[in-house]
């Protein structure tokens, strides 16, 4: 069974402009969440999606958004990036959502704001 | 609201040596427990989870865990580490019942040196 898998693994962007990442779940897991990986605020929940709606949402400016799509399929979104918005972004996928339905986490898209 | 404290930021042992990283939460209710594991460019990977039951929890590989509820602790050991065990290792909690919004500690590096 394929992983998570998150494309691309790598962006370099410029301050002011924005980004979509990508991410495609285990066959089978309707639930998806991002994190935000940084040296200074450690991993952070951004959001959790299932069955294309919204669940959950962390502490982050509205500049932060995300989707899914009916085959599982989730995509986040950065507007008007920042310095500070460099980080590596984690997708994960679980078959509910549950806490007690482990996260499989994709290798992480790394994007750099210059 | 949760919390999860990893005491050690780094620990250095040598190959065959035991180790433990420690690991406490604070939280008012109920939660789900979960130790993961990154390698270099890599996304998280989960070692071993405490839902409920035995409150010593084994993973493939041959670490361990230990749920201490009137500690609140969740320490992962391993009685003989290997140099293919370094990498960075995170206890995470989670509301039980709740929507994958996983509360991660800062992390622990884990070097084994020959």
């Known amino acids: 069974k394929a992983g998570v898998t998150q494309t691309p693994r790598y962006l370099i962007k410029t301050r002011g402009q924005q980004v979509t990442l990508s991410c495609s779940p285990i066959?089978?897991?309707?639930?998806v969440s991002w994190y935000q990986q940084t040296p200074g605020q450690g991993l952070q929940f951004l959001f959790e999606y299932f069955s294309e709606t919204q669940r959950n949402k962390g502490n982050f400016p509205g500049r932060f958004s995300g989707r899914q799509f009916s085959n599982s399929r989730s995509e986040m979104n950065v507007s008007t990036l920042e310095l500070g918005d460099s980080a590596l972004y984690l997708c994960a996928s679980s078959l509910s959502g549950q806490g007690n339905s482990p996260l499989h986490f994709g290798n992480g898209t790394r994007l750099t704001v210059t | 609201a949760q919390s999860v404290t990893q005491l050690d930021s780094q620990v250095p042992v040598f190959e065959e040596a035991p180790v433990e990283l420690r690991c406490n939460y604070s939280s008012s209710v109920s939660v789900y427990l979960f130790w993961y594991v990154q390698y270099p460019n890599q996304g998280l990977q989960l070692l071993l989870k405490?839902?409920?039951?035995?409150?010593l929890v084994e993973s493939i590989n041959g670490f361990e865990a230990e749920f201490n509820k009137s500690q609140t602790s969740f320490h992962l050991r391993k009685p003989s580490v290997h140099i293919s065990d370094t990498a960075e290792y995170f206890c995470a909690v989670i509301l039980s019942g709740g929507y994958n919004k996983l509360i991660f500690g800062a992390g622990t590096r884990l070097a084994v040196h020959p």
């Open positions: 405490y839902l409920s039951g035995s409150t």
């Open positions: 066959s089978g897991h309707r639930s």
